[in-house]
C-alpha cells in the first residue's frame, strides 16, 4: 500500500464515523461533533489534493525553488474553516436554546412539532 | 455621462451589483436602524427594489436576445478561467433571478407591519437581506466553490431566521434541524466539489463541463452532488426539514426561493456540468428468456428514472401528509413538498428523452415531448413559487389577526376579512391547477408529456393534483366559512401594506394564468433553450 494514500483512508474514515455519530447518536451535542468530523474530514481532503512529493509551502518571497503545492485548495479550506466555524457557533447557540426549553439534549425526548 | 450610458454601465456590473447591493445593506440595517424604525424600513425596502431593478435590467437584456453575459471578478475578461471567480448570466440564471426578485419584494412589504409589534427587526431585515444576497448569488455564480460559499450564507440566513422567535422551543429546534441537514448537504457538494477539482484542477463550471470525463470519481460526485442538492431543496427522503422550518419560520415565502435555488443548481449540475455525458451508455445488456432481450443501459435513463421515482415519492408522500394535518402552515409546507415533486417529475421526463448528445456544439437532443416537459417544469418552478408564497402569504395574515394556526380553533373569518378570503382562493385555484390560474397553464404542460412517456405518471400526478384541491377546499371551509365565533369577532382586515403584498402576486398569477404563450415565448423558452444548449454557456469563459 501507497503510503501516500494514508490521508485518503483516514478522509474517509473521518466522514463515516461522522456520518455515523449523525444519524445513530441520539444527544445533539454528539451529532454536531459528527458533523465538525465530516467537515474536518473534507477539509482534510482538499489540503491533501494540494500537496505534491516533497513540495515547500507556496510562498514565493525567497523562494529556495523546487516544487510548490498548490495554493488553492489552502485558500478554499480556509474559507470552509471559516463557514464551519460559524455553523458550529449556530448549531451550539440553538442547542442553548433548546437545552432551556426542553431541560434535555436527547431527541427522542423533545417534542416539536412532529406528528 | 448620457442616460444610455448610464445604463449600459449598470448592465455590464449588473452582475455583481444584484449580489453587492443586498450584501452591503444587510450590514447597514443595524446601523440605520438605531436612527429610527420608519427610516429602516424605507431604506430596506429602497434596497430591495434597487437589487431588483437591476435584476429586471439584466434578465430583460438577456432573456431578449438570448445571449450570455459573463462578470469576471478583478479582470477585464476570463484569461485565466482556472483561477478568476466569476458569475454567467444565461436564460436560465436570468428566469430564476427573477424569480428571486418577485419573491424578496414581496416578502419584505410583507413584514413591515407583520412583524411591527416584535422586537429584534433590525436583525431580522439584516438576516432577510443577507438571505437575498446567498440567493441570488446562488442563482447566479459560475464558480463551484463559489456556489458553495453563497449556499452557505444562505443556509445560515435561513436558519437564522426560522429560529427567529427564540421564545418558543420548536422553533428553534425546527432551525437546528434546518441547519443539521443543510450543513451535511453543503459538505456533500465540498466534497464533490474537491473531487472534480483534484482531477480538472478547475473550479469553473463551463470549463469543468468542458473538460469532464465520466470516470470513476466522477460518478462518486455526481452521487454527492445529487444527495447534497437533494437535501436543500427538500426531495422526499430528506424532506423532514420543509414542514417544520416553512412552519416555523416568520417568512416562509422567502424560503420557497432559496429551495429554488437549490432546485436551479441541481439542474445546472445535471444539464450543464454533467451534459456532455448524459447519454453514455453505462453497460450492455444482453440475455436470453424465449426471446433474447438486448439493450443498453444509458446515465440518462438511469438518472431520468430516480428522478421520477423520487418525484413520485416526494409527490404522493406530500399530499397524503399534508391531508393530516390540522396545522395551516404545516399544511401549506407539505403542499410545497409536493409541488417540487412536480418539477422533478417533468424533469425526470425530460431527461428520460435525452438520445443523443451534440459533442461539437454542446447540444441536449431531446424529443418534442422531452422539450414540452422541460418547459412544463421551469413554468412550474415560477408558478410554484407564486402560489405557495401567496399561500404562505395569506397564513401569515390569519396568523397576524388571530394569532392562531390550527385549523380547529379557526373558522368564520370570511365575514370580517374578505380581501383575503379573495386572495386565498386564487392561491387554491392556482396551486390545484384550476383553469385561469398559472398552475393550470404548467400542469397541463406536465400531464400532457408525462402521459407520452407513462400513463401510469399523469395519473398519480393527475390524481394527487385533485387531492390538493379536496384538501385546500377543507381548508377553506374551517377557516373562512362556518358559524360567527364569539373570540374572532372583532378581527378587522389586515393593514394595507399586507394586502398591496398579497395582490401584487395575485396579480401576477392571473396575468401568467391568462396569457401562458406570452410567458412560455419570452421567459420559458430562452431558459429552456439555456439548459438544452450547453454551447453558449461552455464558450462564455
Redesign the interface.
Known amino acids: 500500500m501507497e503510503v501516500f494514500n494514508i490521508p485518503f483512508i483516514a478522509v474517509i474514515s473521518l466522514?463515516i464515523i461522522g456520518?455515523y455519530a449523525?444519524i445513530f447518536k441520539r444527544n445533539?451535542i454528539k451529532?454536531?461533533i459528527g458533523?465538525t468530523l465530516?467537515?474536518s474530514g473534507?477539509n482534510l481532503?482538499?489540503i491533501t489534493?494540494s500537496y505534491r512529493e516533497n513540495s515547500i509551502a507556496p510562498i514565493y518571497t525567497n523562494n529556495p525553488g523546487g516544487v510548490m503545492s498548490l495554493p488553492?485548495?489552502q485558500a478554499?479550506t480556509l474559507?470552509?474553516i471559516v463557514?464551519g466555524v460559524?455553523?458550529l457557533a449556530?448549531?451550539l447557540s440553538?442547542?442553548v436554546?433548546?437545552f432551556r426549553?426542553?431541560k434535555t439534549l436527547n431527541v427522542t425526548k423533545?417534542r416539536?412539532?412532529d406528528? | 455621462m448620457s442616460t444610455d450610458g448610464i445604463l449600459t454601465f449598470l448592465l455590464q456590473h449588473s452582475p455583481a451589483l444584484i449580489v453587492a447591493v443586498p450584501l452591503l445593506g444587510a450590514f447597514l440595517t443595524p446601523i440605520i436602524g438605531k436612527i429610527n424604525d420608519k427610516i429602516r424600513n424605507l431604506f430596506v425596502i429602497i434596497i430591495v427594489l434597487l437589487t431588483s431593478f437591476f435584476v429586471f435590467l439584466l434578465s430583460s437584456n438577456i432573456l431578449s436576445n438570448g445571449s450570455i453575459r459573463t462578470y469576471v471578478f478583478g479582470a477585464a475578461s476570463a484569461n485565466n478561467p482556472v483561477?478568476r471567480i466569476f458569475f454567467q448570466v444565461d436564460g436560465l440564471n436570468a428566469f430564476m433571478i427573477i424569480i428571486g426578485a418577485i419573491l424578496s419584494i414581496v416578502a419584505v412589504l410583507f413584514s413591515f407591519r407583520y412583524l411591527k409589534e416584535y422586537t429584534g427587526q433590525d436583525k431580522f431585515y439584516t438576516l432577510v437581506l443577507l438571505m437575498i444576497a446567498g440567493m441570488f448569488g446562488m442563482m447566479l455564480t459560475g464558480d463551484m466553490?463559489n456556489f458553495?460559499?453563497f449556499l452557505?450564507i444562505t443556509s445560515?440566513a435561513s436558519?437564522?431566521l426560522i429560529?427567529f422567535w427564540?421564545s418558543k422551543?420548536?422553533s428553534?429546534?425546527?432551525?437546528?434541524?434546518y441547519?443539521?441537514i443543510s450543513?451535511?448537504g453543503a459538505?456533500f457538494i465540498?466534497?464533490a466539489i474537491?473531487i472534480l477539482?483534484?482531477q480538472y484542477n478547475a473550479?469553473n463550471m463551463g470549463f469543468l463541463a468542458a473538460s469532464i470525463q465520466y470516470t470513476f470519481l466522477d460518478k462518486v460526485a455526481l452521487v454527492l452532488l445529487i444527495s447534497g442538492l437533494a437535501m436543500k431543496a427538500g426531495i422526499v427522503p430528506m424532506h423532514m426539514w420543509m414542514?417544520?422550518a416553512y412552519?416555523?419560520a416568520p417568512i416562509s415565502i422567502l424560503l420557497v426561493g432559496a429551495t429554488q435555488a437549490s432546485l436551479y443548481a441541481l439542474f445546472r449540475m445535471v444539464f450543464t456540468v454533467y451534459g456532455s455525458h448524459l447519454a453514455d451508455i453505462l453497460r450492455h445488456i444482453k440475455f436470453r428468456f424465449f426471446v433474447t432481450i438486448e439493450f443498453d443501459i444509458t446515465l440518462n435513463g438511469i438518472l431520468g428514472v430516480l428522478i421520477i421515482i423520487l418525484a413520485l415519492f416526494t409527490i404522493i408522500i406530500g399530499v397524503f401528509?399534508a391531508l393530516?394535518?390540522s396545522?395551516f402552515k404545516?399544511l401549506i409546507a407539505f403542499a410545497a413538498v409536493a409541488e417540487i415533486g412536480y418539477m422533478l417529475l417533468a424533469i425526470g421526463a425530460a431527461i428520460i428523452t435525452i438520445s443523443e448528445i451534440d459533442t461539437e456544439t454542446g447540444t441536449i437532443i431531446l424529443s418534442e415531448v422531452g422539450v414540452n416537459s422541460l418547459k412544463g417544469g421551469l413554468f412550474h418552478i415560477i408558478n410554484d413559487a407564486l402560489d405557495i408564497g401567496l399561500m404562505f402569504l395569506v397564513a401569515g395574515a390569519i396568523y397576524y389577526v388571530t394569532k392562531e394556526t390550527s385549523l380547529n380553533k379557526l373558522g368564520g373569518l370570511a365575514r370580517n376579512m374578505k380581501y383575503t378570503t379573495i386572495f386565498f382562493l386564487i392561491g387554491l385555484f392556482a396551486v390545484a391547477g384550476i383553469p385561469p390560474m398559472n398552475g393550470f397553464a404548467s400542469k397541463l404542460l406536465i400531464y400532457e408529456s408525462t402521459y407520452e412517456i407513462n400513463p401510469i405518471l399523469s395519473i398519480i400526478a393527475i390524481m394527487c393534483s385533485i387531492l390538493l384541491l379536496a384538501m385546500f377546499v377543507k381548508v377553506f371551509h374551517s377557516i373562512f366559512l362556518g358559524p360567527k365565533q364569539e373570540k374572532f369577532e372583532k378581527i378587522r382586515e389586515v393593514p394595507k401594506s399586507m394586502l398591496i403584498a398579497m395582490a401584487i402576486i395575485s396579480c401576477i398569477i392571473i396575468i401568467f394564468g391568462l396569457f401562458p404563450d406570452i410567458i412560455l415565448q419570452n421567459i420559458i423558452e430562452p431558459a429552456a433553450n439555456a439548459l438544452i444548449n450547453n454551447g453558449l454557456y461552455i464558450g462564455g469563459i
Open positions: 466522514v456520518l449523525v445533539l451529532i454536531v458533523i465530516i467537515e473534507v481532503f482538499l489534493l488553492v485548495p478554499l474559507t470552509s463557514i460559524a455553523v449556530l448549531m440553538l442547542i436554546h433548546i426549553h426542553y423533545i416539536g412539532d406528528e | 483561477i466553490f458553495f460559499v452557505e445560515i436558519c437564522a429560529a427564540t422551543g420548536e428553534v429546534y425546527a432551525g437546528l434541524k441547519i443539521v450543513t451535511i459538505l465540498l466534497f474537491a477539482y483534484g473550479l414542514p417544520d412552519g416555523r401528509m393530516k394535518q396545522d404545516r
